[in-house]
């Protein structure tokens, strides 16, 4: 037993305790007299307490009677025995005085696996007071408790919790060690529960802390701190990493086919036809939890180039609430302004996130480019007797006319509206149940001021193109988790979402064409895009005799639409006379060309099922980590472009010079007016599978490099994927493409505590693999309708392999700051990259193994510091950023031309700067700057310009956003946010001249929250 002391000497046992009569007795954790020692020590993966092993509560109850002896007898005090003032002495320990103090709950945090002392746990003594503390850096607390029993819990992120009922009388003095375990368990007396609280910045900041791998985690309430709205704001805001579009990630310099998206640990299907690229948008802040970047994963986790990047959606709560937030975006000169914002009347279904009926293709339409070229042959035909004509006359007419008609209208209160609830309750003595649902639903208006230019050989202007870009978007959002555990050993969970995003774009663009054609032009552009996202997972979490497995099944379906896409171009003579009038550029052609005049329909669909099975087994030395993964897609990609034409001999009686919505009204569609054709390509469309089945193998060991402690992860993951790909050639000709790979990847990460749970070393090493998806491989050109360009696969295309290194260095001086300083460098050999190539009268599009190695290196730099040193007034300020430097340069063969130059999307630097000031009426005000460095959006033909890198980049822009939020009373908050203060536009260059820029306006946020107590 442990030494009992009291005024500096030791009794080693009641034997030597002079003069009483003394007993042991066995009572589990409750104590009586002297002092007790505590500790919970698990022997075994699955102990059971018993009282002869070590972590018994072992009371000493003494009692005694005063008798005269011998005058060398001393009492505890050192007094003679017969002397009155160690009766009261002893009286006073041993009651009244022990009555009247608090007892002492002293601790210590372990990783019940490693022996790693966990910092900044918490613990909380539930009673009719309730008590709580958090644990110092070297995982130690002290609790003082009044008489009485308690409840206490030790909990922290990662880490299942722990709980034990305990008694606590006047003057105890307790010494416990917990150790806390990563996997759902049960022991005797200690309730394990796999509960994880991600939601705050400590806790992330704490779960990069204990990981393994090098990571950035971003947590709910800096989301909330930031005023970010979806996963696209929050990213951007992490180092080293860049959103382009709301949809394309770039990370370390590398573009977005180099970087895994995953939700809940899960495969999640993608929504770009010809790119894996996500739209982020589909992730609004208010489902998720925890956005964790992985820069250096270990074998459990894909091994990417640029990145793994997991969602995390909202955790079950630990007791019922609920919550409500309802506001309004106010636009800086378009809200409430009368005839301020241009646009056409949208579908009755627009409010819901997806249109169906509104924009849909007709019935009447063939269902094929040979039915409609079959139908046309007739109509052309002057000796038809089958109907034809009357039949291309009614799809005619059968097309949406309404949606031409353009509006001048004023933008109002747009609802901005979040409900989010939960509860978990007892079921039984080990078992509960629970669950959290979350609804969000916003609208938005704006207009933006567009420029658009192209440049010739010399820099001279090919074409002139400005106007406005009007933009209307409704996203919705709902999720529903459900958890139940049972019999403390085993968890099941459900987790679905549903998320859409509806945007509409109408564009007018005027402008002329001084290259060639000596043109004046304007553009009509009615733009609507639809995306959506479903996914459901199930899962379970399990420990048996010591071992602890998870498996999960994951459904993921995405799927884009571009429902009736409508492009009019109008054009004059550059120098004729300015009275006249613009005309339609309708041709009178069967085939037409539906980039000038036509309705596009593009429909991706994409199915993801995945499943998921691995294991944790404790060993001697470590931790060894098994699983086994396989993930199958199926893709879906259809494109119809039908193009206005005029009938046969030319459209009689219609007048090009009125705009669309009176030119293109359903009476003009005739025999002898206007008629629609056909000019899709076959090879346009095309049917996808992969499928990628891997196992990985980790072993974990902590280890000691002198006095310090480390831990070490050695791990492989062996990757066999498969593609498959159906489509046509240009000639029509069916075609089919199978590919197949089988790849090795290494990794080693570790981590070296330089000083106890303050300051880390980690670092880095692994291996990864990037394969072309889908269309990049196809052997035949296809139309890009996004880009609105001739793309050519490549058959020869080989995955890009890539070596990664990683350092960095993090200091965590107290709880919610950090300093980090991180070095990387990448080796990308047959790196991936977009190139341009000359293809009889056209340039085409097309992807190549770069020539040479792309080489890549950086250094990260983040920082979190409350400025207490600033003095009182500057308690409450927190100040957080990060800086990261990238510098990369790969070769690529360009027409007949080796070029090197960076990485498509790479900027060589980006910038977050932040300040949060938490005042003392408790409210929060945060103001937050970002800034990332030139990066090339568009690759050129080199060998075609005659000025030095021809390629279009994205220049340097600032962002600065500011955040209020206020609680009042019962309850309620109220947050006002503000978006592009500084008002600058996006603005691209090639060779020092301005191709493009459209400027956005500043948008207020006003909204009113309500949290049940």
């Given at each position: 037993m442990s030494c009992l002391r009291r005024h500096g000497r030791c009794w080693r046992s009641a034997s030597e305790l002079p003069m009483f009569r003394c007993k042991w007795s066995r009572r589990s954790l409750s104590t009586r007299g002297s002092a007790i020692a505590v500790r919970i020590h698990p022997e075994r993966y699955r102990p059971r307490l018993s009282s002869r092993k070590v972590g018994v509560t072992r009371a000493l109850h003494c009692w005694g009677s005063f008798a005269p002896g011998k005058g060398e007898e001393q009492c505890p005090w050192g007094l003679p025995m017969r002397s009155v003032y160690c009766l009261l002495g002893w009286l006073s320990w041993t009651g009244v005085v022990a009555q009247a103090q608090p007892g002492l709950v002293r601790g210590t945090v372990l990783d019940a696996e490693t022996g790693e002392r966990l910092g900044r746990a918490t613990i909380v003594a539930l009673s009719h007071d309730t008590v709580g503390v958090i644990a110092d850096l070297r995982g130690e607390f002290r609790l003082k408790l009044g008489p009485g029993s308690y409840r206490v819990r030790v909990s922290m992120v990662g880490y299942a919790a722990a709980e034990q009922q305990l008694m606590v009388h006047g003057g105890d003095t307790l010494q416990l060690v917990v150790r806390l375990y990563p996997a759902v368990r049960q022991m005797h007396g200690v309730v394990v529960e796999a509960r994880r609280q991600m939601g705050s910045v400590e806790a992330a900041l704490s779960v990069r802390r204990s990981a393994t791998a090098v990571m950035d985690v971003t947590a709910a309430e800096q989301m909330r701190i930031s005023g970010d709205a979806d996963a696209g704001q929050v990213l951007r805001r992490i180092s080293s990493v860049a959103v382009m579009e709301g949809k394309y990630l770039m990370v370390r310099g590398t573009n977005e086919r180099y970087s895994t998206v995953l939700l809940d640990g899960a495969a999640v299907a993608m929504t770009e036809p010809d790119r894996r690229a996500l739209l982020l948008e589909l992730f609004p802040t208010e489902i998720l939890e925890q956005v964790a970047v992985t820069k250096a994963p270990t074998a459990e986790l894909p091994a990417a180039t640029g990145a793994v990047v997991g969602f995390q959606t909202t955790e079950l709560p630990e007791r019922s609430f609920w919550r409500l937030s309802i506001g309004s975006p106010y636009i800086v000169g378009l809200s409430f302004h009368r005839q301020g914002y241009v646009h056409y009347p949208g579908g009755p279904r627009d409010w819901l996130g997806w249109d169906d009926r509104w924009r849909r293709l007709p019935a009447q339409a063939p269902n094929s480019r040979q039915e409609m070229n079959a139908l046309l042959q007739a109509v052309w035909n002057p000796y038809d007797t089958t109907g034809a004509r009357q039949r291309w006359v009614a799809l005619g007419r059968a097309f949406n006319s309404e949606i031409w008609r353009r509006d001048t209208g004023m933008v109002n209160l747009l609802p901005d509206f979040h409900l989010a609830g939960g509860?978990?309750?007892?079921?039984?003595?080990?078992?509960?149940?629970?669950?959290?649902?979350?609804?969000?639903?916003?609208?938005?208006?704006?207009?933006?001021?567009?420029?658009?230019?192209?440049?010739?050989?010399?820099?001279?202007?090919?074409?002139?193109?400005?106007?406005?870009?009007?933009?209307?978007?409704?996203?919705?959002?709902?999720?529903?988790?459900?958890?139940?555990?049972?019999?403390?050993?085993?968890?099941?969970?459900?987790?679905?979402?549903?998320?859409?995003?509806?945007?509409?774009?109408?564009?007018?663009?005027?402008?002329?064409?001084?290259?060639?054609?000596?043109?004046?032009?304007?553009?009509?552009?009615?733009?609507?895009?639809?995306?959506?996202?479903?996914?459901?997972?199930?899962?379970?979490?399990?420990?048996?005799?010591?071992?602890?497995?998870?498996?999960?099944?994951?459904?993921?379906?995405?799927?884009?639409?571009?429902?009736?896409?409508?492009?009019?171009?109008?054009?004059?003579?550059?120098?004729?006379?300015?009275?006249?009038?613009?005309?339609?550029?309708?041709?009178?052609?069967?085939?037409?060309?539906?980039?000038?005049?036509?309705?596009?329909?593009?429909?991706?669909?994409?199915?993801?099922?995945?499943?998921?099975?691995?294991?944790?087994?404790?060993?001697?030395?470590?931790?060894?980590?098994?699983?086994?993964?396989?993930?199958?897609?199926?893709?879906?990609?259809?494109?119809?472009?039908?193009?206005?034409?005029?009938?046969?001999?030319?459209?009689?009686?219609?007048?090009?010079?009125?705009?669309?919505?009176?030119?293109?009204?359903?009476?003009?569609?005739?025999?002898?007016?206007?008629?629609?054709?056909?000019?899709?390509?076959?090879?346009?469309?095309?049917?996808?599978?992969?499928?990628?089945?891997?196992?990985?193998?980790?072993?974990?060991?902590?280890?000691?490099?002198?006095?310090?402690?480390?831990?070490?992860?050695?791990?492989?993951?062996?990757?066999?994927?498969?593609?498959?790909?159906?489509?046509?050639?240009?000639?029509?000709?069916?075609?089919?493409?199978?590919?197949?790979?089988?790849?090795?990847?290494?990794?080693?990460?570790?981590?070296?505590?330089?000083?106890?749970?303050?300051?880390?070393?980690?670092?880095?090493?692994?291996?990864?693999?990037?394969?072309?998806?889908?269309?990049?491989?196809?052997?035949?050109?296809?139309?890009?309708?996004?880009?609105?360009?001739?793309?050519?696969?490549?058959?020869?295309?080989?995955?890009?392999?890539?070596?990664?290194?990683?350092?960095?260095?993090?200091?965590?001086?107290?709880?919610?700051?950090?300093?980090?300083?991180?070095?990387?460098?990448?080796?990308?050999?047959?790196?991936?990259?977009?190139?341009?190539?000359?293809?009889?009268?056209?340039?085409?599009?097309?992807?190549?193994?770069?020539?040479?190695?792309?080489?890549?290196?950086?250094?990260?730099?983040?920082?979190?510091?409350?400025?207490?040193?600033?003095?009182?007034?500057?308690?409450?300020?927190?100040?957080?950023?990060?800086?990261?430097?990238?510098?990369?340069?790969?070769?690529?063969?360009?027409?007949?031309?080796?070029?090197?130059?960076?990485?498509?999307?790479?900027?060589?630097?980006?910038?977050?700067?932040?300040?949060?000031?938490?005042?003392?009426?408790?409210?929060?005000?945060?103001?937050?700057?970002?800034?990332?460095?030139?990066?090339?959006?568009?690759?050129?033909?080199?060998?075609?310009?005659?000025?030095?890198?021809?390629?279009?980049?994205?220049?340097?822009?600032?962002?600065?956003?500011?955040?209020?939020?206020?609680?009042?009373?019962?309850?309620?908050?109220?947050?006002?946010?503000?978006?592009?203060?500084?008002?600058?536009?996006?603005?691209?260059?090639?060779?020092?001249?301005?191709?493009?820029?459209?400027?956005?306006?500043?948008?207020?946020?006003?909204?009113?929250?309500?949290?049940?107590?």
């Open positions: 509860w978990r309750m007892q079921t039984g003595e080990q078992s509960e149940f629970g669950g959290v649902g979350v609804l969000t639903y916003s609208r938005s208006a704006t207009v933006n001021d567009v420029l658009w230019r192209g440049l010739l050989y010399d820099r001279s202007l090919l074409f002139s193109h400005e106007g406005i870009e009007s933009v209307r978007k409704t996203t919705l959002g709902a999720l529903l988790n459900l958890g139940y555990r049972f019999s403390g050993e085993h968890q099941l969970r459900v987790q679905s979402l549903l998320s859409r995003s509806f945007t509409d774009r109408f564009l007018f663009l005027q402008g002329a064409d001084l290259g060639y054609q000596f043109l004046q032009m304007r553009h009509y552009v009615y733009h609507p895009e639809q995306y959506q996202l479903w996914n459901l997972q199930l899962s379970g979490h399990h420990a048996l005799d010591g071992y602890a497995f998870e498996w999960a099944l994951g459904r993921s379906e995405g799927r884009q639409q571009q429902p009736d896409f409508r492009r009019l171009r109008y054009q004059r003579q550059l120098y004729g006379d300015p009275a006249e009038p613009f005309i339609a550029e309708i041709p009178a052609t069967q085939q037409g060309d539906g980039t000038r005049a036509g309705r596009l329909f593009t429909d991706l669909l994409e199915k993801t099922f995945s499943a998921r099975l691995a294991g944790r087994l404790p060993l001697a030395f470590g931790t060894l980590r098994v699983g086994f993964t396989a993930e199958q897609r199926w893709r879906r990609f259809t494109a119809r472009s039908f193009a206005l034409i005029q009938a046969r001999g030319g459209a009689y009686n219609v007048d090009f010079t009125l705009p669309p919505e009176e030119l293109l009204r359903p009476e003009n569609f005739r025999a002898d007016g206007l008629g629609i054709s056909e000019d899709t390509k076959l090879s346009d469309s095309y049917r996808a599978t992969e499928q990628v089945w891997s196992t990985f193998a980790t072993v974990e060991l902590p280890l000691e490099l002198g006095a310090l402690p480390a831990r070490i992860a050695f791990g492989v993951r062996a990757e066999l994927a498969q593609q498959g790909l159906s489509s046509h050639l240009v000639n029509e000709q069916p075609v089919e493409t199978n590919r197949r790979w089988l790849s090795w990847l290494p990794t080693v990460t570790a981590s070296l505590q330089l000083r106890r749970e303050e300051m880390f070393l980690r670092g880095g090493l692994y291996r990864s693999v990037t394969r072309p998806v889908f269309r990049e491989l196809a052997p035949f050109a296809f139309f890009d309708v996004a880009e609105q360009e001739l793309v050519q696969g490549n058959p020869l295309l080989t995955p890009a392999d890539a070596w990664n290194a990683e350092l960095r260095w993090e200091w965590y001086p107290t709880v919610g700051e950090l300093l980090s300083v991180g070095v990387f460098t990448k080796r990308i050999a047959n790196a991936l990259e977009e190139t341009i190539f000359p293809q009889q009268s056209e340039l085409t599009r097309t992807f190549a193994n770069a020539v040479e190695p792309a080489q890549l290196w950086g250094i990260e730099l983040e920082v979190r510091k409350r400025l207490v040193m600033l003095g009182t007034w500057a308690q409450g300020v927190v100040l957080f950023g990060n800086l990261s430097l990238v510098h990369g340069r790969v070769g690529v063969r360009s027409g007949g031309l080796i070029v090197e130059r960076p990485l498509w999307g790479q900027s060589p630097y980006g910038i977050n700067l932040g300040v949060l000031w938490q005042t003392p009426w408790k409210g929060e005000l945060s103001l937050v700057w970002n800034r990332i460095g030139s990066r090339i959006v568009k690759v050129a033909q080199v060998e075609q310009y005659s000025f030095p890198d021809p390629h279009v980049y994205e220049q340097p822009r600032d962002l600065l956003d500011l955040v209020y939020r206020q609680p009042l009373l019962a309850g309620l908050t109220v947050s006002l946010s503000a978006k592009n203060l500084l008002g600058l536009p996006v603005r691209w260059e090639q060779g020092g001249v301005e191709v493009f820029r459209r400027l956005e306006p500043r948008t207020l946020n006003l909204s009113i929250g309500y949290r049940s107590p």
